[in-house]
């Protein structure tokens, strides 16, 4: 790697002064799980580092006005791990338990996988379907910005250069809700997915009221399958509504080729996998695997 300025804030306020004078020279560092590989194949040379660890308070896990609140240095094992992510969003835990190895989730951050917007990640296909949003903060002040906005393109998200992630806020479940994840993965349990699938339903007298769909690996943001879920809006979700369903997402994600499969192929197992969840959701959810 080449040479670059460190440095380690211990106060938001301070961090975001930072962030401000530096620019968008400054990288932003927190689990550096993927920025530190970045770095060292040459791909991105930042002349300088900021980094959060040391910002107390981050790293708190809460309920407040019907949000489970996540701070932006949370690390995938504490979302894992955390009694109340597993008594109130049960579906988060066990998504966060399939990322990666234990090692890997002990060091990567909330806010860092959210930063780096890597359409692979199973975190942020679990955290789109749910409803999340992230609170952003900079020296000018914070606003929230739902997912759907937040994730722009590949790697390129709504975060302006002195801006970083503070918060992940996840509606709780309400009566009624439903939930399931699962991937397909044709190498190791550790490897990215062919596609990945999070479905979030609200049902009610046997139909269903409201669904969320969202899929990773499936295009270059994690997507939400809005003609899929509006195919469900109002229906009893019997195997044919949800057949019909699961054949609408073949057409609205947008796959590349891959040494994980072709376009053609993950358009399929997007199909596939839609209706694996949907029936996983009905069957009792949390489901992951």
Known sequence: MKDFEYF???SLAEAHTLLQELGPDAKVIAGGTALTLLMKRGLVQPPCLVSLRLLPGLDD???????????????HRQVETSPLVRQQV???AEVFRQVATVRIRHMATLGGALAHADPNQDSLTALLALGARALLSSAQGQRELPLEEFFLDYYETALKPNELVQEIRVPLPGPGSAAAFLKFLPRTADDYATVSVAVALRLEDGACREARIALGSAGPTPIRARKAEAELAGRTLDNATIASAAAIVRDEVDPLDDIRGSAAYKREMAAVFTRRALLAALAGGPHAG
């Open 61 to 75: 896990i809460a309920i407040s006005d019907g949000k489970l609140r996540l701070g932006a240095l949370c690390t």
């Open 8 to 10: 380690a804030p211990r």
């Open 90 to 92: 049960p579906l988060l």
